[in-house]
């Protein structure tokens, strides 16, 4: 691996989503690689969840593998890596909720010096919601040595567990070793905010982009007119996507991991 990886020219980036269910990776992936999208830039997007085709429903280029089994997804994903290292480019992975697999193939294949070494960045975006275990894919790959000069953490305030009054529902999470140690290391926290569950729902089962349903747009159907019993998203529910949005693009720049996005 490059002694400064900082300065590296790298051709290609590799975005691995990691953490348990229901903390908003999907969600985020759907916005980032959407926002990758609308602002030019090519992105592979992976989704590696064997249980949901979440990523695939919003992105018919989305390459998932042929079946769920262990063997299938580890060459599915092996054959990935190697893609980007022999032409480039850039590539998201979902893995889904609770798939310790990517970090098993990870330390076999040694991902994490393998990938820089052959000039492909490699960045783990961890998620959690506040709950005692959602950093544990954080704390294997750490104690197993897998970690990456760019590593970001997501605190999800929208599937954050109640707190108290004036309480911050990640204080346990903030003060706990993995996290501080996490931070020592570079690691950077950016707090993704919370947008009304009926809001992203309507939104969802339009099932065109994020931005689209936040400008009032709806599916288009065979004959490429408007899909007829397809219903906008009303006045403020659009509002609500537009403050979303707009409070994420400041949330990953006070972050300082703008800049990383795909």
């Not at 390459?63 to 980007?84: C, G, K």
């Not at 022999?86 to 990938?115: P, S, Y």
């Not at 969802?204 to 400008?215: P, R, S, V």
């Not at 019993?229 to 529910?237: E, I, K, M, V």
């Amino acid at each position: 691996m490059p002694s400064n990886p900082s300065k590296t020219v790298f051709k290609g980036t590799v975005h691995v989503l990691c953490g348990r269910g229901r903390t908003g990776k999907s969600t985020w992936a759907r916005w980032s690689a959407e926002r990758a999208i609308l602002n030019g830039r090519e992105l592979m997007i992976v989704d590696g969840d064997r249980t949901n085709s979440t990523l695939a429903s919003f992105f018919p280029a989305a390459r998932r593998p042929s079946h769920a089994d262990d063997a299938t997804v580890a060459r599915f994903l092996e054959d990935i890596t190697a893609e980007l290292i022999a032409t480039g480019g850039n590539a998201l992975i979902d893995m889904g909720g609770g798939d310790r697999l990517f970090a098993a193939l990870a330390e076999q294949k040694k991902f994490f010096t393998v990938l820089p070494r052959f000039g492909i960045d490699l960045i783990p975006w961890y998620f959690a919601a506040g709950g005692r275990d959602d950093f544990e894919t954080l704390v294997r790959m750490t104690a197993m040595g897998l970690t990456s000069h760019r590593t970001a953490i997501v605190l999800n305030e929208g599937l954050a567990q109640t707190a108290p009054s004036g309480e911050d529902p990640f204080a346990n999470l903030l003060s706990g070793r993995t996290l501080m140690q996490a931070v020592q290391d570079g690691a950077r926290v950016v707090r993704m905010p919370s947008v009304p569950m009926a809001t992203m729902a309507e939104a969802d089962n339009l099932f065109i982009g994020i931005q689209a349903a936040m400008q009032g747009r709806v599916p288009l159907g065979d004959d490429g007119q408007p899909h007829p019993t397809a219903a906008p998203l009303g006045f403020w529910r659009r509002m609500e996507l537009e403050d979303w949005l707009g409070t994420m693009e400041e949330r990953h720049k006070i972050a300082r991991v703008a800049e990383w996005l795909p």
